[in-house]
């Protein structure tokens, strides 16, 4: 059974850094596509970047493009989100996700993903 662990996240003063990662087993890792989501107070849950299987193709929610990079490691089977410039508004629990059929190709819909990591919680102060 696929499982997701986040980790990498805590606080951190505006226009800092954080790297979340998100580390998978049970199965080839390669040839999913990978997401990464969040979910702040009150709010519902958003699509912030997703990358294909074997990373060649990425995409980037509008208010984190430019600051955050997704990228993976397949030997690995890891994760990562580098989050640079952070703002107060980036607070929020992130989730990494993957399908649990073989689609590679990227998607920013949360309806593509059906096994979810625990989150982390990602705080920005300002």
């Known amino acids: 059974q696929v499982q997701l662990v986040e980790s990498g996240g805590g606080l951190v003063q505006a226009g800092g850094s954080l790297r979340l990662s998100c580390a998978a087993s049970?199965?080839?890792?390669?040839?999913?596509?990978m997401g990464w989501f969040r979910q702040a107070p009150g709010k519902e849950r958003e699509f912030v970047a997703t990358i294909s299987g074997r990373g060649l193709s990425t995409d980037y929610a509008d208010s984190v493009k430019d600051r955050f990079t997704i990228s993976r490691d397949n030997v690995k089977s890891t994760v990562y989100l580098q989050m640079s410039s952070l703002k107060p508004e980036d607070t929020a629990v992130y989730y990494c996700?993957?399908?649990?059929?073989?689609?590679?190709?990227?998607?920013?819909?949360?309806?593509?993903?059906?096994?979810w990591g625990q989150g982390t919680q990602v705080t920005v102060s300002s």
């Open positions: 996700a993957t399908p649990r059929s073989p689609y590679s190709a990227t998607s920013s819909s949360s309806k593509d993903y059906d096994i």
């Open positions: 049970g199965r080839t890792f390669s040839m999913y596509r």
